[in-house]
């Protein structure tokens, strides 16, 4: 009856090297998804965020300050003479900040006020 612990540890989920029965894994898809692609490309993606803005403004022919901190700034006047600033994030929380700071641009680039 040797074999009987080994089908109950199979029954449970513990057919894996390392694993114990009853108990979750340790590894997780989502944990180390997230914390991989956080680290792998959180700096890139701000990086790629400024870039696009800065290219967006040399094309409408207008020069920005970038300044740094907890995000990134860009400081331009834009053609009607108003002062403007956009704010980017030096780590964005998803897949949309970029729609998200094209969108801001864009507003801020057709203000009068």
Request: net charge positive.
């Amino acid at each position: 009856m040797a074999w009987l612990p080994l089908i109950a540890n199979r029954l449970a989920g513990a057919d894996r090297p390392g694993a114990v029965a009853g108990r979750p894994s340790k590894q997780s898809h989502h944990s180390d998804f997230s914390a991989a692609r956080a680290d792998q490309w959180g700096p890139i993606m701000s990086k790629n965020l400024v870039e696009d803005a800065l290219s967006v403004l040399r094309a409408h022919g207008l020069a920005a300050e970038v300044h740094n901190g907890g995000h990134y700034k860009l400081k331009f006047t834009n053609k009607f003479g108003v002062k403007c600033t956009l704010v980017v994030s030096r780590s964005p929380s998803n897949r949309n900040a970029h729609k998200s700071n094209r969108a801001q641009l864009r507003r801020l680039l057709r203000s009068h006020l």
